[in-house]
């Protein structure tokens, strides 16, 4: 079993910064072998794509709305994946989720569709105020 927890969400005034973390955990998962990626839901929509890293770090991918606003990282020591948000906007406002892939992959790629990951965390709200 793979357990998924993250952490940082909150309420911020528009312009303002968070960061977020999803520490993985499991007997039989490998951190360092998983590609992880950040996901969110607004109210009434669909879950989208908003970043992604390779499973050594090298390889970072992001929804095209980020616009060099977030920032994904990995830290395969501490097991945690981290998405800075700056410069947040209204738009922003939603759930944000971590999701983990455990199915092989080459150490460079990176994934962007829910289908292709395998473990879900429960998610962090993030309000943006304007």
């Not at 969110?40 to 616009?67: C, H, L, M, W």
């Not at 906007?89 to 829910?114: F, M």
């Amino acid at each position: 079993q793979v357990q998924l927890v993250e952490s940082g969400g909150g309420l911020v005034q528009a312009g303002g910064s968070l960061r977020l973390s999803c520490a993985a955990s499991g007997r039989t998962f490998t951190f360092s072998r998983s590609a992880m990626g950040w996901f969110r839901q607004a109210p009434g929509r669909k879950r989208e794509f908003v970043a992604a890293i390779s499973r050594s770090g090298a390889n970072t991918y992001y929804a095209d709305f980020v616009k060099g606003r977030f920032t994904i990282s990995k830290d395969n020591s501490k097991n945690t994946v981290y998405l800075e948000l700056n410069n947040l906007k209204p738009e922003d406002t939603a759930v944000y989720y971590c999701a983990a892939r455990s199915r092989p992959s080459y150490s460079s790629d990176v994934y962007s569709t829910p289908s292709q990951y395998d473990y879900w965390g429960q998610g962090t709200q993030v309000t943006v105020s304007s």
